[in-house]
């Protein structure tokens, strides 16, 4: 899915960031990026869905070395990958529903297929009363499920999580989580940037550490600082709707 | 509920409204410069069509006509009448004239009224003249006419306009120039507008442009929604300098008729002429699209 040797990277004339970093993650894996504030991770992050050219080392991506690719046949490759930003990054002047269409509408869908869609999706997550909102009226909560219906809008590939529980509660963290994990489930790759080890420390999937611009692996299984989760997971017969999405949310 | 929108906010940008009046000026300007291109271009053709293919022959009376001779030269010359009828006899004789018809004495005092008022003596000694209209294609050879006509007839001296009508020409050509260099200038003008307007959006909206950029949306698809905007400004503009344009054409064309039609050429235009000065908001929108997506292509080239 995508495999990154020995990877370096500096902004200008300034400290390598990232040095030497390798990894690769097979289709359809789980993984948390972690590391303390500054490690690079939001660096990580940009480099894998091609915001940022490497220093050095080559990225492979959906089996293309990104390098050899042209600069017209990045807009294809981008758009099997969804970005839930840190900051939401949600267009404040368009509705939740023009929001969420926004992938589809570059990938050329037609109107009444991107309707059909993203009005379902919004229901999906809670939002089908939201429709026409605009962002700044919408609550935190509401415009981080806003910003995750329009990453997995175009059923990407590979869906990149930068902080996506920083500005929320640890109840509505979790919900994201296990959000994320059944999209993992229909065959989403999935790697969540955070330093919330109280959250992922509840989810048995393994741990890419960042320390001081360098990548360790922690595999896969619960954390010692695990806690009891306040609410159950949902079962993965009941679906992304009704076990992760549905009328649970609230502002 | 679902509306088709630009996802780039330039709608709310106050460059919007100064693109509105930027084009409208440019526009007018550009109306009024081509307006006066063509209506010399039409002044130049008719003041041609009109004296190409025209010849005078113009007979001076000579001493014996005045008067004033002693009647005892071996060589007296004719009488005016009669060389007037040699030459006449002469030009309807030569291959590629089409006509030759003296001027009456009563239409040379029309000509001459302007300068010496109505009250002209009889006896003035006024040259007969000779209008020669040559035939298309005729292959009529003007230097070697003249020179058998002042052979043959004495005083008679061919004039074809031709230096009276390189000045026309010339003066016209130079008009002409100067309205199209105006129209370029115009133009150019527009365009840098339209630069400057293309990068200030993609500078106060590079947050947005970048989002879209990541999520993968091509340069064209990002470039589009910069054309639709500025071609809507465009059209905006240019209908309001198209409309004041007219009304600017329509004063001085009343204005014009008042003027004395001797002295002043026709300015009318032709229907294909105006249907040209309405298609220039259009042209305006077009370049104006263009630019707009030349310019959002290349600053976006530099994104990774």
């Known amino acids: 899915m995508i495999r990154f040797e020995d990877i370096g990277l500096r902004y200008g004339s300034g400290p390598e960031v990232l040095s030497r970093i390798n990894f690769t993650l097979k289709p359809g894996s789980f993984h948390f990026l972690t590391g303390a504030s500054g490690a690079g991770k939001s660096s990580l992050l940009r480099l894998m869905y091609l915001g940022l050219r490497p220093t050095s080392g080559t990225i492979t991506v959906f089996g293309r070395d990104v390098a050899s690719l042209k600069r017209a046949e990045l807009p294809a490759l981008r758009r099997r990958i969804g970005v839930v930003f840190q900051d939401f990054r949600l267009l404040d002047h368009l509705s939740a529903l023009d929001n969420v269409a926004l992938p589809l509408r570059m990938a050329g869908a037609a109107e009444a297929e991107i309707r059909e869609h993203v009005v379902e999706l919004l229901d999906w997550v809670g939002l089908g009363d939201h429709l026409d909102a605009k962002p700044p009226t919408l609550s935190g909560g509401q415009q981080q499920r806003v910003a995750i219906a329009r990453s997995v809008i175009s059923r990407p590939r590979l869906l990149l999580a930068d902080e996506p529980t920083g500005n929320v509660d640890d109840s509505i963290g979790m919900r994201l989580l296990y959000l994320f994990e059944e999209l993992n489930k229909l065959g989403t790759t999935v790697m969540i940037a955070t330093h919330n080890e109280g959250l992922i420390g509840r989810f048995p999937h393994p741990r890419l550490h960042l320390d001081r611009g360098t990548l360790n692996l922690t595999p896969a299984g619960i954390g010692p600082s695990v806690a009891v989760a306040t609410m159950a997971p949902p079962t993965p017969s009941a679906g992304l709707a009704g076990g992760v999405l549905g009328a649970g949310w609230s502002r | ?304």
């Open chain 2, 1 to 304: 509920m679902f509306h088709h929108r630009l996802d780039l906010p330039l709608v709310e940008d106050a460059t919007g409204r100064f693109m509105v009046w930027i084009m409208a000026v440019m526009v007018y300007l550009g109306i009024i410069a081509l307006a006066g291109a063509l209506v010399l271009s039409g002044m130049a053709e008719r003041w041609e069509n009109g004296l190409t293919g025209r010849l005078t022959v113009q007979i001076s009376p000579q001493p014996d006509d005045l008067g004033t001779g002693t009647g005892t030269e071996v060589d007296s010359v004719a009488p005016l009448v009669q060389r007037t009828e040699v030459a006449l006899a002469l030009l309807r004789a030569t291959p590629g004239v089409a006509r030759a018809e003296p001027i009456t004495l009563a239409a040379a005092h029309k000509l001459l009224e302007p300068w010496l008022g109505s009250a002209l003596p009889d006896d003035l000694p006024l040259p007969a003249l000779i209008d020669v209209e040559v035939a298309d294609g005729g292959g009529l050879e003007v230097p070697a006419l003249a020179d058998r006509l002042a052979r043959s007839v004495p005083g008679a001296r061919l004039d074809n306009h031709a230096a009276w009508l390189d000045d026309l020409r010339r003066l016209a050509r130079t008009a002409q120039l100067v309205a199209l260099a105006v129209v370029i200038l115009v133009g150019a003008a527009t365009l840098a507008a339209v630069v400057f307007a293309v990068r200030t959006g993609l500078a106060i909206h590079s947050p947005v442009v970048e989002l879209l950029h990541l999520m993968g949306a091509s340069d064209q698809y990002v470039a589009r929604q910069f054309q639709a905007h500025i071609v809507g400004l465009a059209l905006r503009g240019g209908a309001v300098g198209l409309g004041l344009g007219l009304v600017t054409l329509a004063v001085l064309a009343h204005a014009a008729g008042d003027v004395s039609s001797d002295m002043l050429p026709s300015m009318a235009l032709t229907p294909r002429q105006w249907l040209a000065l309405g298609a220039v908001p259009l042209v305006a929108a077009g370049l104006a699209a263009i630019t707009a997506r030349w310019t959002v292509l290349r600053v976006l080239a530099a994104l990774p």
